[in-house]
């Protein structure tokens, strides 16, 4: 069993693949993800082991590629702790986690599951305050790709491309060469997700990414979310039930470490369970 015991730096770290974490093992690169059969991420029977504390018990889960997956519940219900096993950074003491139909998550490290295509964006911002928009986007792409203060026109049509893409998405080409520290809250939130999209994620996971977001910034994250689920496979913990409400499809309700209700969001909201452990009467 393991625990978490990395600072926040390292944290951001493992986010964008930029070390060696996890295991410490060398395994060759992993191949194409393989979503034949339209499943992105499923868990079967996984628990994870504290000491004596088990965060997750028995948990099976299923995400379909292209869907939307709205994870809530209360605090302490492992909703972390299950976005920490799928990128590797907590290793699941029971049960298996798979990504398509060929990576074994738990054979991998987490740069490697970050080069599979998953990547995840944490609660609190950790953009370069003096780095421009521009440049923090850059050093986010992939290794062969990144360029340190890069010039624009210095850079391969690919990564212009996506670069132009990224910025479209997440609405911030007008702020291209602003510092990242002058951005508003939601600006760095935004910026974060863009740092993600230069990798070309199969699977993004967002963790809580409206907390002390103003009501307008949540109205825009949601529009963002929308906009990336025509690309992209998306898992997103929040608390924020008028975030969930405009973004959602199937949300699954987790309750200490297991799965308590899943459905659409008037169904888990009907649900008596539901309703007393988490969202009161
Ligand atoms: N490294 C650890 N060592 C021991 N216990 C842990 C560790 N990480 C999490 N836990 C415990 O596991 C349980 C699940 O925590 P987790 O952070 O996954 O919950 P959560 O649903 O994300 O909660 P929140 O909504 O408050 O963020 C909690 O009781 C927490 O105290």
Same mark, same amino acid.
Request: hydrophobic share 40%; glycine share 8%; charged share 25%.
């Given at each position: #069993? ?5 600072? +926040? ?11 060696? $974490? =996890?295991?410490?093992?060398?395994? %060759?690169? +992993? /191949? ?26 028995? *948990? ?9 997956? &709205?994870?809530?519940?209360?605090? $302490?219900?492992? !909703? ?7 990128? =590797?950074?907590?290793? %699941?003491?029971? =049960? ?11 054979? *991998? ?9 998953? =990547?995840?964006?944490?609660?609190? %911002? ?18 062969? !790709? ?32 602003? +510092? ?17 999209? #230069?990798?070309? %994620? !199969? ?9 002390? #977001?103003?009501? /307008? ?7 963002? &979310? *929308?906009? *990336? ?5 998306? @898992? ?16 699954? @309700? ?18 008596? /369970? ?8």
């Amino acid at each position: #069993m393991l625990t978490d015991k990395s600072t +926040p730096s390292e944290q951001s770290n493992h986010e964008y693949g930029r070390t060696h $974490g =996890g295991t410490g093992r060398s395994h %060759p690169k +992993p /191949a194409g993800v393989d979503f034949s059969h339209g499943i992105a991420l499923y868990l079967e029977e996984v628990s994870v082991w504290f000491d004596s504390f088990r965060a997750l018990n028995n *948990l099976s889960l299923y995400i379909e590629e292209g869907e939307l997956r &709205c994870i809530i519940g209360p605090n $302490g219900a492992g !909703k972390t702790t299950l976005m920490d096993v799928i990128t =590797g950074k907590t290793r %699941p003491t029971e =049960g298996s986690v798979f990504f398509g139909q060929t990576h074994n998550l738990a054979n *991998l490290s987490t740069e490697e599951i970050a080069e599979a295509g998953i =990547g995840r964006k944490f609660q609190k %911002p950790t953009v370069f305050e003096n780095f421009t928009v521009m440049d923090n986007l850059l050093l986010a792409a992939p290794k062969d !790709k990144r360029v340190v203060k890069s010039l624009f026109n210095k850079l391969d049509a690919d990564t212009r491309d996506t670069l132009n893409s990224t910025l479209e998405q997440i609405r911030l080409t007008d702020k291209i060469n602003k +510092p990242a520290g002058l951005l508003s809250h939601g600006q760095k939130q935004w910026l974060e997700i863009g740092m993600l999209l #230069m990798q070309s %994620p !199969k699977l993004i996971l967002l963790d809580e990414p409206v907390a002390g #977001m103003t009501d /307008a910034e949540t109205e825009h994250t949601a529009e963002l &979310c *929308l906009r *990336l689920k025509q690309n992209h496979t998306l @898992v997103v913990v929040e608390h924020d039930m008028t975030f969930i409400d405009a973004i959602s499809e199937k949300v699954t @309700v987790l309750a200490q470490g297991a799965i308590l209700a899943e459905g659409t969001l008037a169904e888990v909201q009907a649900n008596e /369970a539901v309703i007393e452990s988490y969202l009161g009467r």
